[in-house]
């Protein structure tokens, strides 16, 4: 039962101190909210707004998607829009029975696999995706092939924003919002570099939600070492030295909330990595 998780807030009354500048954006999150979603505390401050979702949703389309970090649903909801099978994964049991109920509301629920799994193990023991298997016929979950790879890891909660002390950046007088930069090793359940690794064992194409202050360098030291299924041999290899990724600012309003790193054929102009 769902419900003996989490209360449906109807009035900011009820809301937590801590949790009310989340719920004053809970249509901007879930746009059926009043028709009675539900987050609990990390889902609230996680959740990728449903504008967004759908956006990152759009440039996903494809047979398969793997959300890997599925929290809440936000993104797995959109994905089910354009895609034909979408596999959630979640290490929290309570988070993947919301996300379902989300998905139910929404209409979607029986088109996502939600799979109770911690990604760095699911990742480790899935066969890479090569032609072959491609061409397997589906479902064989031993062959199946994972065309894109989505994740939205933890950040490290809602101070990812604050850095270090000794990174913080000396206070300006201009407008511009300004923080410490957020590296790839505030990522977790691993660095966030080992996790695109590992993504990217099982396809090339790999959409990366990411703080709005992350390092950009790191993002592009992400394509330095990085290896994925060839597209000729089925065998692992070192990115062509061609390989770029594009880093998209996800705006609303005025406000910029994230960063989505597309790689392999998710970045225009590389269709030929797909
Ligand atoms: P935010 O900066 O915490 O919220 O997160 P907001 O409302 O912009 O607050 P402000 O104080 O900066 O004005 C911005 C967006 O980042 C959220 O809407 C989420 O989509 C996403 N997000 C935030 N966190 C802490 C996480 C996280 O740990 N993991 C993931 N995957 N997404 C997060
Ligand atoms: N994109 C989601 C939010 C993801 S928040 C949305 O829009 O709702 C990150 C999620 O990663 C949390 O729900 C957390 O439980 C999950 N998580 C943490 N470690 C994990 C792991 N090792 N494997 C899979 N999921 C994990």
Redesign the pocket.
Known sequence: DVHALVPHYTDASQVPEHLQKYFAQRMRFFSRYADGCLLDE??WY???PEAI?DRIAERCRCGTIL??????????IAFAKTCERVIA????PA?LAL?RHNAEIYGVADRIEFIL????S?ARTTRPSSPSSSQAPFPDPSTRTIDVVFL???WGGPSYLSGSVSTALPATEDDIERHPEFGLDGV??VHGRELFALARRLTRNVAY?LPRNTRLGDVAALLDESVGPSATSGTKRKRSPQERVEVEEEWMGNKLKALTCYFGGLVEGQDDLW
């Not at 799994?117 to 760095?120: R, S």
């Open positions: 990390e889902g996680s959740v990728t979702a959300d890997a970090f599925c929290g809440v649903g936000g993104n797995a994964l979640d290490i929290s988070r996300a799994a911690d990604f760095v699911f939205s890891p933890p977790a359940p939600y």
